[in-house]
């Protein structure tokens, strides 16, 4: 999809269907205030008010109206989109409203869509926000339906703001990147295992790193097996997959500062539980396992366009977690990359046991801050449910790094305890850590396993079980995957200062 720029007058834009984002009436100044809301009711000879007085459209967010062949506009379709209230709207309200406007219309044959804007102070931020949302808008999870008779496509989405400064293309553009790379890791996640195994996700991001110019190497099992990677390994040795190991590298022109951002992504392609094993309901969906891994290459290909000022290396540790004849079993003791054991209670608690090893490279590697991104515990869906991303922190001024990205970029985090108390649960007879607790305060105390390989390196995770997966589709995205987090991780980077 073309992403554009117009700053001609409403009236002039060609285009399939004009979208308008108008609000709800009971709105503070009514549901008209925006300055595009207003010319277009009036080239269209007072429609929108009329939808107002009759009842048949009230502003509530995601409510649609179209009207075809306005008088006064040039585009064949005026289209209206609820934004809800005015004095609650924001970039990230934008974004949903865009992303639902365009599902609404891709299925009516509108190959061209425009959504009008207005200049000002907030028009680049909110260009920003309706190119992402389109771009997240049309992502269909259906790359391997065969057939496609019937789908449309949109060929144009253009950002109208009557006055603009041309300026704004620059910020469109970091927008499109940064959507792009999400999708990228929505594409990554959708795969099922069988056409996503470790090795294909390490071919994946080679395929990426080359044509954006990163770095890649990848560690096979013998090479990890040399570093003592036994965490990692025992979670791998039960599927008839080989493990692997994805660095990809970012390296600035300049570097300033003595930053080396690490950021490590779980890769498992597909979580069986193990000899653990899961109910096989809902098992499908544990192809998503892999998302945090997912994330981390979307946002490198986002780093590698945007090109900040630091070095950022990311470590993806891929692999099957499988019941196999050499699967581990309960009660197993494995020794981690650092040194330290680890006895293996439970085998469908495998990705803080690849992520320790992965944590404990990436500070051999000279990363000097660290953030994981994983779909880690269902404790944390218990907590925050699937609406905000859960983040544990070894460290204030980084957690308030990431939050803040977080906050640019409209993804839902929120700071939860890493007190020592929880500390306590981690306990074990026969081994430095048990790999799980109690069952309570699951999500807690897999944050502390996982501190206690980022060591006293400033780290923060981001636990997305909850957030990763939709289950069912919204008016502004498909079902399946979110991509979430790497807007984040690559705002985070960009941003470093």
């Not at 967010?61 to 306005?70: C, G, H, K, S, W």
Request: proline share 6%; charged share 20%.
């Amino acid at each position: 999809m073309q992403i554009r720029l117009e700053v001609a007058p409403l009236e002039q834009v060609d285009a399939d269907a004009l979208v308008v984002p108008i609000f709800d009436k009971e709105s503070p100044g009514g549901g008209l205030p925006s300055e595009s809301a207003q010319v277009a009711n009036d080239l269209a000879g007072g429609w929108i008010e009329e939808l107002y007085r009759s009842g048949e459209f009230s502003g509530k967010e995601f409510e649609t109206a179209m009207l075809y062949r306005p008088p006064g506009i040039r585009a064949r379709r005026l289209l209206v989109v609820g934004a809800g209230k005015s004095d609650r709207f924001t970039p990230a309200g934008l974004r949903k409203v865009t992303g639902a406007a365009l599902r609404f219309l891709k299925p009516k044959s509108a190959p061209t869509i425009a959504l009008a804007l207005d200049a000002g102070e907030a028009a680049a931020e909110q260009a920003a926000a309706a190119v992402e949302g389109a771009i997240l808008g049309d992502f269909e999870p259906d790359q391997l339906k065969t057939d496609k008779k019937d789908v449309k496509f949109v060929d144009t989405f253009t950002v109208v703001v009557p006055g603009g400064d041309e300026s704004l293309g620059q910020t469109m553009w970091t927008a499109q990147v940064l959507a792009e790379a999400q999708n990228l890791a929505r594409t990554l996640i959708s795969e099922p295992a069988n056409r996503m195994t470790p090795a294909t996700l390490a071919a994946r991001a080679r395929e990426m790193a080359a044509e954006y110019g990163l770095e890649c190497q990848v560690l096979d099992q013998d090479q990890m097996k040399e570093l003592g990677m036994g965490a990692l390994l025992g979670v791998a040795q039960g599927s008839a997959e080989p493990p692997v190991l994805i660095l990809l590298r970012y390296r600035p022109l300049e570097e300033v500062g003595e930053t080396h951002l690490g950021l490590v992504g779980k890769g498992i392609t597909f979580d069986s539980g193990g000899i653990s094993i899961k109910p096989s309901e809902g098992m499908d969906k544990m192809k998503y396992d892999m998302a945090g891994g997912a994330a981390v290459i979307g946002a490198m290909r986002a780093i590698a366009q945007l090109r900040p000022p630091i070095p950022v290396t990311a470590l993806i540790p891929a692999v099957e977690n499988m019941p196999g004849s050499r699967a581990q079993r309960p009660g197993d003791i494995v020794t981690t990359l650092s040194g330290k054991t680890v006895e293996v209670l439970n085998t469908d608690a495998e990705g803080r046991l690849i992520l320790a090893d992965a944590l404990t490279y990436a500070r051999t590697l000279g990363c000097t801050h660290l953030v994981d991104a994983a779909t880690l515990t269902g404790a944390i869906v218990v907590a925050l449910g699937h609406v905000t991303v859960g983040v544990f922190s070894s460290d204030d001024v980084l957690l308030q790094r990431v939050l803040s990205a977080a906050r640019a970029e409209g993804e839902k985090m929120w700071p939860m305890p890493l007190d020592e108390d929880y500390k306590e649960q981690l306990k074990s007879a026969f081994a430095d850590l048990p790999n799980v607790g109690t069952r309570w305060g699951g999500a807690v105390t897999a944050a502390m396993f996982l501190k206690e390989f980022a060591d006293t390196t400033p780290w923060v995770h981001l636990d997305i079980a909850g957030t990763a997966w939709l289950e069912e589709a919204k008016p502004f995205l498909a079902k399946g995957p979110t991509g979430v987090a790497v807007r984040t991780l690559a705002s985070l980077a960009a941003n470093w200062t």
